[in-house]
């Protein structure tokens, strides 16, 4: 299977994007990548397993809407791997941790779309159990394991810096300007700061006091406006990452 994945990539790479060569080698891959080890997603009651799961798959095989190679080409350079002399298992533990970094993006994306109210710690349904802000590899990987999620590791920390930052500067002023009506105080950036940042969090029957505000109307608001808010924002620089 390992030697199987590596010649599937190769084709894949080397061929042109759209080309039915190319189209043949992918969906080959794309029949394979179930099989692979620790790959299979077990069904979650808060998310569609299968959703998230076709479109990681679509993540590996697709570039800007069409079929194409681009992606796994990025897989390959950044690691720099010789897909004539690789390890096909080092190949394969590579492939597979870069398919578990999309995979758990797009678990993400569905259970937003599902209208779920998403909390920053919500748990993604995944063997690590991450969360939304806690998405880590599982620990004491062994040598060939820790290279092989570096990437996501850095990726992780990367987006929690970015989300981090945008949440207190709030450039555009889309948390200040959402709250309540006749409590400008409550807003969403004010919020977000004293539930998530604060250490420990604060609690609601203490923010609203503080915020001279009604318990029911913060968190309606909060419920409502605020955490939509916050998965939009989320979503948007995950897809600026996506595209650097």
């Known amino acids: ?16 994007d759209g080309s039915p060569q190319q189209k043949a080698a992918m969906n080959r891959l794309l029949k394979l990548i179930p099989q ?3 790959v299979y997603i077990s069904p979650n009651s808060e998310i569609n397993t299968r959703d998230a799961f076709n ?6 095989s697709t570039f ?3 079929i194409s190679g681009e992606n796994i080409r990025k897989f390959v350079q950044k690691r720099n791997l010789n897909l004539e002399n690789v390890d096909p298992e080092f190949l394969r533990k590579c492939f597979i941790q870069w398919f578990k970094i999309i995979l758990k993006f797009k678990k993400i994306d569905v259970y937003r779309e599902q209208g779920e109210a998403l909390s ?9 159990k991450s969360t939304f802000l806690d998405i880590l590899p599982a620990p004491n990987p062994s040598g060939i394991e820790q290279l092989a999620r570096q990437e996501e590791i850095e990726k992780t920390e990367n987006f929690q810096r970015r989300l981090r930052c945008y949440l207190e500067v709030d450039p555009e002023k889309k948390l200040r300007n959402c709250f309540p009506h006749q409590y400008p105080q409550a807003n969403c950036q004010e919020i977000t700061k004293r539930r998530f940042f604060k250490e420990p969090p604060e609690k609601w029957k ?3 006091q503080e915020l001279n505000i009604p318990l029911g109307t913060v968190t309606s608001h909060w419920q409502r406006k605020c955490q939509p808010l916050l998965q939009e924002i989320a979503k948007s620089i995950q897809e600026q990452m996506e595209k650097e």
Not at 1 to 16: A, F, G, H, S
Not at 120 to 128: A, I, K, N, S
Request: glycine share 8%; net charge negative; with cysteine.
């Open 55 to 60: 479109r990681a798959l679509e993540g590996v």
């Open 36 to 38: 692979l080890p620790s």
């Open 1 to 16: 299977m390992d030697e199987q994945l590596r010649q599937l990539i190769q084709e894949v790479v080397l061929n042109t």
């Open 120 to 128: 920053l710690d919500v748990c993604l349904g995944d063997e690590q």
């Open 206 to 208: 203490k923010l609203a």
């Open 64 to 66: 800007r809407g069409n």
